[in-house]
């Protein structure tokens, strides 16, 4: 029996590295214990396994056992799937790549994001990429992030990682942590991981210009290892980031802004949308809680607008 991570899943196999250094491609067995049931994938980048090697062969074995998890990001695909999807686990930071043009990022998505991040404590940066197609804009639209997300406790980074410009900050974020890489498909989440690690070599697509969108080309998540303390998992793009396993009432907890004034909500039970003397509609109305921010929670409450 070996301890290994998780370092690359593709559906029925799976790359692990254990504990000694050892790549082993390694398949589950039989019953495992699950954590999280009804997912796609059962086992997920970032996970800390038992493996039992194969008789006779040295670089394959089964998945034994997956260890209790420290936190994950999972999402549904759209609205109406029943299973989620684990994009990985065990993580001290996530990033969340997000681009104005092709593709572009909706608010709804990046709050969807960030708010399964809060639910796990996992500390959230939002790198808003490919600000070389912005020109003269580029100071507008980040005055305009940095106001909506001004307490919504997620860093704002923009820059672009094809001209090599603002990607310090995110280099010294990323350095000492297990990081998730994550946006929809074609905003340069493998660009980024190549411009700063330029020894990783993680495949880049191009953008289909009758869509403006990405052509899924990373397909599997896969961990980089750049040193003993720094992991990147670079992910394929998402479409959507569908909310899971966050019951209505907690919602509002979990937007660190409504949580500074939902105390003063006449009833403990507010789901802050028309309820008399409600703190957070009060606050929204003075300025103090971004209206956005607000819309994002009403269509994550109500389970809609998956696409705005
Ligand atoms: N203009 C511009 N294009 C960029 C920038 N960063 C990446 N791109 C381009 O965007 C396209 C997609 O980049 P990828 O790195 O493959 O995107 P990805 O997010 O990894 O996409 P998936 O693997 O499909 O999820 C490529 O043509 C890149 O050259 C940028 O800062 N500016
Ligand atoms: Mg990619
Ligand atoms: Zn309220």
Not at 219 to 236: G, H, S, V, Y
Request: aromatic share 8%; glycine share 6%; charged share 25%.
């Amino acid at each position: 029996m070996l301890d290994a991570t998780v370092i690359k899943s593709t559906g029925s196999w799976y790359i692990v590295r254990t504990n000694d250094g050892r790549i082993i491609r390694a398949r589950t067995r039989g019953k495992m214990r699950l954590q999280i049931v009804d997912t796609s994938n059962p086992v997920a980048v970032g996970d800390l396994v038992n493996i039992e090697l194969d008789a006779n062969y040295e670089n394959t074995g089964s998945i034994t056992e997956v260890k209790p998890r420290n936190n994950w990001i999972i999402r549904k695909a759209n609205k109406l799937s029943s299973k989620r999807q684990i994009l990985a686990t065990n993580l001290d930071a996530a990033i969340l790549v997000a681009s104005l043009f092709a593709p572009r990022t909706s608010l709804g998505f990046i709050d969807r994001f960030i708010l399964c991040c809060q639910s796990m404590h996992v500390p959230a940066v939002l790198f808003l990429n490919k600000t070389d197609l912005l020109k003269d804009e580029i100071t507008k639209v980040t005055e305009e992030l940095n106001r909506i997300y001004k307490d919504a406790e997620v860093t704002i980074l923009v820059g672009s990682a094809r001209k090599n410009q603002g990607l310090e900050p995110l280099l010294n974020f990323i350095s000492g942590k297990r990081i998730l890489l994550a946006g929809h498909s074609g905003v340069g989440k493998s660009t980024i991981l190549n411009t700063l690690f330029p020894g990783v070599r993680a495949k880049v697509g191009s953008i289909s210009e009758s869509h403006e969108k990405g052509k899924h080309t990373t397909t599997f998540a896969e961990m980089f290892i750049l040193d003993k303390n720094t992991q990147i998992i670079d992910t394929p793009g998402i479409r959507d980031f569908g909310v899971v396993d966050i019951p209505d009432g907690e919602i509002a907890h979990y937007f660190p802004e409504f949580r500074a004034v939902m105390s003063q909500c006449r009833f403990n039970n507010c789901k802050h949308e028309h309820e008399p003397d409600c703190g957070v509609l009060k606050a929204v109305s003075e300025g103090i809680v971004p209206q956005e921010r607000y819309y994002s929670y009403l269509s994550i409450l109500h389970n809609e607008d998956m696409y705005k």
